[in-house]
């Protein structure tokens, strides 16, 4: 898988936007980016993914970058259930098994 | 809503004896996962899981690690004879289908402590 690299941490205010980049340089053009997140002391869960065009979802939206090497997860109002480690995951169409390799992610820290 | 879910939450043993790690993946999925996340350490695959075989394994998954899906509804990881370094959260997971959009989907985890 392609290798991506995130902010080690980032910090926002409730109520706010919070942009949470992601760089993938190496990305190929059947990789699509997801995004997981993990909340403390919880398991990693789903956010959102895409291939090229922006994706909405209810928990967030993703805005990727014409050239696909950088995408960004979008919060469009942080609270505080939102601070979590965000991580940027590449998976490639090929094969079956989907196996998720994790990086260290974007710890997000949400202030009251 | 259907979720994972894992038992127990947290197991304590002494090193060297067997544990068993259950998890109950969402009804009708046929993909399943472990992973393992050490203190303050990345998230990192251990094996998948496919009618009723692995197709795939990390390094970490070794002769001391087994999976089995034993009734049709439950899903184990067994470690023969546990060692320190084993202690960590053991996160199962599950997917619907084959497929690149296809999410996974995690149980809450089991703390594993070895000591």
């Known amino acids: 898988d392609a290798k991506t690299t995130q902010p080690n941490s980032m910090e926002s205010n409730e109520e706010e936007p919070v942009h949470l980049p992601c760089n993938h340089s190496t990305i190929s053009g059947t990789d699509y980016i997801h995004w997981y997140r993990q909340l403390p002391s919880q398991g990693p869960e789903y956010v959102i993914h895409?291939?090229?065009s922006n994706v909405n979802n209810r928990m967030a939206s993703l805005a990727i970058a014409e050239d696909r090497k950088s995408s960004t997860l979008i919060l469009h109002r942080a609270t505080l259930r939102d601070a979590a480690v965000y991580y940027c995951?590449?998976?490639?169409?090929?094969?079956?098994?989907?196996?998720?390799?994790f990086g260290k992610g974007t710890l997000l820290t949400v202030n009251p | 809503e259907p979720e994972v879910t894992q038992t127990p939450s947290h197991q304590v043993t002494q090193m060297g004896q067997e544990v068993i790690l259950r998890c109950v993946p969402i009804s009708n999925h046929l993909y399943f996962y472990w992973y393992r996340q050490i203190l303050g350490q990345k998230v990192e695959f251990l094996v998948s899981f496919y009618n009723n075989e692995i197709s795939e394994k990390s390094e970490i998954f070794d002769d001391q690690f087994s999976v089995e899906r034993p009734d049709g509804s439950n899903f184990t990881l067994k470690i023969r004879s546990t060692k320190l370094e084993d202690s960590a959260m053991y996160f199962c997971a599950s997917r619907l289908t084959s497929g690149v959009l296809n999410e996974q989907f995690f149980g809450p985890g089991t703390r594993l402590t070895v000591l």
């Open positions: 895409g291939l090229t």
């Open positions: 995951i590449l998976k490639g169409s090929g094969g079956s098994n989907y196996k998720l390799t």
